[in-house]
């Protein structure tokens, strides 16, 4: 599967962003999907996953409450809403798909997007 990540930028803290990824491939419904991010001088971290169906996610500690990751599977995309945001939400974010389980952890992901630059001003 091919993923293209979009919907970066910037924007002041306490605002909104959406972030999309689209799919390439018929089978896009088979995969989970989930959302990384690396910050200036981090490693990259997970943010959000979300299963085949859609009905089950999980999210970040860091992020829960403010971010929501959704998927459209008629569409081949998956979303990632982000309100309050705040500097340090400042990072390059990927997309991620896993045919298997999703791990939080980078290693264990199949498949990356290119990234998509979000950048949050105090």
């Known amino acids: 599967v091919q993923l293209q990540a979009s919907g970066g930028g910037l924007v002041q803290a306490g605002g909104s962003l959406r972030l999309s990824c689209a799919a390439s491939?018929?089978?896009?419904?088979?995969?989970?999907m989930a959302w990384f991010r690396q910050g200036p001088g981090k490693e990259r971290e997970f943010v959000a996953s979300?299963?085949?169906?859609?009905?089950?996610?999980d999210y970040a500690d860091s992020v829960k409450g403010r971010f929501t990751i959704s998927r459209d599977n008629a569409e081949n995309t998956v979303y990632l809403q982000m309100n309050s945001l705040k500097p340090e939400d400042t990072a390059v974010y990927y997309c991620?798909?896993?045919?298997?389980?999703?791990?939080?952890?980078?290693?264990?992901?199949?498949?990356w997007g290119k990234g998509t630059q979000v950048t949050v001003s105090s």
């Open positions: 491939g018929r089978t896009f419904s088979s995969y989970r």
């Open positions: 979300i299963s085949r169906s859609g009905g089950t996610t």
């Open positions: 991620a798909a896993n045919f298997i389980e999703m791990p939080r952890t980078p290693s264990g992901v199949h498949y």
